[in-house]
Nanobody, 120 residues
Framework: QVRLVESGGGLVQTGGSLRLSCTAS???????MAWFRQSPGKEREFVAA???????YSADSVKGRFDISRDSDKKTIHLQMNNLTPEDTAVYYC???????????????WGQGTQVTVSS
């Protein structure tokens, strides 16, 4: 059974950095892993993904600022977040699934989320 656990969230000032991590248990070596985020009153949105052949892609809102990576054991992903702004404040969720893409329905497994708050 696949389980995902996020860590690394916290409070930072505008312009600061955070590094999120997600550790998985279960057999997910062939799965795409991704990060989503959700702010109060908004829909959960795609942030970045690490898929087949180490292909990575990210949302336009975070390109050039956020980088996703995956450890060699395939069970841990990270999201390095730089130059943070208050608009990045959200609960960040780790996800995994057998396919790929930016849609929520493409992912079967989800973590509990970790809060990221960026102050002005």
């Amino acid at each position: 059974q696949v389980r995902l656990v996020e860590s690394g969230g916290g409070l930072v000032q505008t312009g600061g950095s955070l590094r999120l991590s997600c550790t998985a248990s279960g057999r997910i070596s062939w799965y795409t892993m991704a990060w989503f985020r959700q702010s109060p009153g908004k829909e959960r949105e795609f942030v970045a993904a690490h898929g087949w052949g180490s292909r990575t892609y990210s949302a336009d809102s975070v390109k050039g600022r956020f980088d996703i990576s995956r450890d060699s054991d395939k069970k841990t992903i990270h999201l390095q977040m730089n130059n943070l702004t208050p608009e990045d404040t959200a609960v960040y969720y780790c996800a995994a699934g057998p396919d790929s893409g930016t849609q929520l329905v493409r992912y079967n497994y989800w973590g509990q989320g970790t809060q990221v708050t960026v102050s002005s």
